[in-house]
């Protein structure tokens, strides 16, 4: 009995001992882990192309191919293609898609829309990112209707960037839109970029908080530098989600910006520009005419 007890209470004290280690152990290993994970995230690198090309018009050549190419590839992965759209020069730089070959040979019906930044104004208002997009693209191709998805227009700011961002919560939670595997973020298949001459996208500036945000998927600015001043915005997080983000820089006017992108010089005014925080779990390319490549050294 008493060898019983004995070994019963040093069986005891051993499990006690042995817990303490385990759960201390278990502890580190999942500490490790977590550090990994964020040096990982921290480190991880897009992979990044550069394309230049001679002129506009061989930039929206292009362009088309890249797309019509993204979307055979992801509609045999997923059945789907979800885009996001920028509004500004992007829209006419897609125009080789309303072409032969492109036109009758893409599966329209699979295209998902989406707008990576949007003016809180009436869809049909000479400053909407959707108009400029629906007479500019849309309206000449067969995505089905309820395949594009508008802001609404109706709410304020604030409610429409909720509104945005809960409806493209409610895709993911359908399995209309997918997860990226690092986050909870949605991930996009293809976001179309452009970049202001200041170095913006979507509707993130310098001096403006919105670019950091960590945890939205949409937000909103109500002080846009650019007029409109009213907009709301994916965040960097939803953006870097995505599996391709192809940035579309055309034009003299972003030859500085893409000179401080591409060849790491700083920036003494705005460090880093919103530009260069544009890193995707999957590939960035950036398709460059000649004018955006001025002052970059190859
Ligand atoms: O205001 C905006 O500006 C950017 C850049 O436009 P761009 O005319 O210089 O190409 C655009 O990407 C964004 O969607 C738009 O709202």
Known sequence: ???????????????????????????????????????????????????????????????????????????KENGSFSVVLSGGTLIDTLRKLLEPPYIGSIDWSKWLIFFLDERVVPLNHPDSNYKLALDGFLSKVPIPKSNIYAINDKLSPEDAADDYENRIKHLVSKSKLKRSGNSEFA????????????????????????RFEKTRWVTFIKDSPKPPSRRITFTFPLINAASEIAMVVTGEDAADAVKIALSKTTNS??????????????????FLDKEATFGLSC
Not at 199 to 209: D, E, I, K, N, P
Request: hydrophobic share 50%; with cysteine.
């Open 269 to 286: 005014s705005c460090f880093p520009l919103p530009v260069e925080k544009v890193s995707p779990v999957g590939t960035l390319t950036w």
């Open 187 to 210: 991930n996009f298949d293809l976001m179309l970029l452009g970049m202001g001459p200041d170095g913006h996208v979507a509707s993130l500036f310098c001096w403006h908080f919105q």
């Open 1 to 75: 009995m008493s060898y019983l007890s004995h070994s019963s209470s040093t069986a005891a004290s051993w499990m006690n001992a042995i817990s303490t280690d385990v759960v201390f152990a278990l502890v580190g290993v999942a500490a490790t882990i977590m550090i990994r994970h964020i040096v990982r995230r921290k480190n991880q690198k897009s992979k990044v192309n550069v394309l230049k090309f001679h002129s506009e018009e061989a930039v929206a050549i292009a362009l088309a191919k890249y797309i019509a190419d993204q979307s055979v590839k992801f509609i």
